[in-house]
């Protein structure tokens, strides 16, 4: 019966451990990350992303987190696998269109950038950034035909 006991607590102790690492394992979209892309190394460079700020470049962007990030939505725009371990974020913010980065580039061309949506998957971040003034919507027919998607980025770390 004691041996018994101790069988069962010491299986409680490894769930719980294995659950505590799971939950640090998934992944999150906070901290600093490096430009892996072509597009993300020729346009912002690295970035950091803290509780309000998005920082490219050196300048920061307050921003606001709207929603999570739903599976279906980052298959779509991603093409993320289905079933991956994951996560992320639509966010609100503001970068004017006059704001330039690497080589003098811009986020969303002439258009202010409005929306930035995060997905993380491990060590990689894959970001997108969206003008227009209506939240996105994230779905395969509405991403092929979105002239308010400004691009796609990957980071790493």
């Known amino acids: 019966m004691l041996e ?30 490096r430009a892996t892309s072509s597009t993300a190394m020729s346009i912002t460079g690295d970035l950091a992303i803290s509780d309000d700020k998005l920082s490219i470049n050196f300048t920061a962007f307050t921003i606001a987190e709207i929603r999570k990030l739903q599976p279906d939505e980052a298959v779509a725009l991603f093409s993320a696998e289905s079933g991956v371990p ?24 002439s258009e202010e950038t409005q929306w930035m949506v995060t997905y993380a ?33 990957l980071y790493g770390r």
């Not at 299986?11 to 990350?33: E, V």
Request: aromatic share 10%.
């Open 4 to 33: 018994e006991m101790k069988k069962t607590a010491l299986l409680g102790i490894a769930a719980g451990i294995l659950c505590t690492c799971s939950l640090s394992l998934y992944a999150q979209d906070k901290g600093y990350w």
């Open 86 to 109: 994951g996560g992320g974020y639509l966010y609100r913010l503001n970068v004017p269109a006059t704001k330039r980065f690497l080589h003098h580039n811009t986020l969303c061309g």
């Open 121 to 153: 998957t491990g060590r990689e971040l894959r970001v997108a950034f969206f003008s227009g003034s209506k939240m996105p919507v994230m779905t395969p027919d509405v991403i092929a035909n979105s002239t308010d998607l400004c691009g796609t980025y």
